[in-house]
């Protein structure tokens, strides 16, 4: 089956910067929308930003500005460009990927991000 393994987490002070990179194990037939949540200690699984299949990209208000969504043009990695980090940014980020004609998604294993003030 397919797998996603993240990379790029780690310990930064606050203003600093991080790219989480999210590769799959092969290329993922259809794959409409690549997406990062982020889970907070203690809080719910939340959607932090979204790249759709035709470009079209959409961020968490509290992220607009600082982070950006990107691919690689195989579909094959997602990456997580993040600047201007702050505490509250601290938490588990997965990665997620979709094939809507399928009805299927595929998770990573989760990368942790902590940023200290």
């Known amino acids: 089956q397919v797998q996603l393994v993240e990379s790029g987490g780690g310990l930064v002070q606050a203003e600093g910067s991080l790219r989480l990179s999210c590769t799959a194990s092969?290329?993922?037939?259809?794959?409409?929308?690549m997406g990062w949540y982020r889970q907070a200690p203690g809080s719910q699984r939340e959607l932090v930003a979204t790249l759709f299949d035709g470009g079209r990209t959409n961020y968490a208000d509290s992220v607009k500005g600082r982070f950006t969504i990107s691919r690689d043009s195989a579909k094959i990695t997602v990456y997580l460009q993040m600047n201007s980090l702050q505490p509250e940014d601290t938490g588990v980020y997965y990665c997620?990927?979709?094939?809507?004609?399928?009805?299927?998604?595929?998770w990573g294993q989760g990368t942790q991000v902590t940023v200290s003030s």
């Open positions: 997620n990927m979709k094939v809507t004609f399928t009805s299927s998604e595929y």
């Open positions: 092969r290329n993922i037939f259809g794959i409409s929308v």
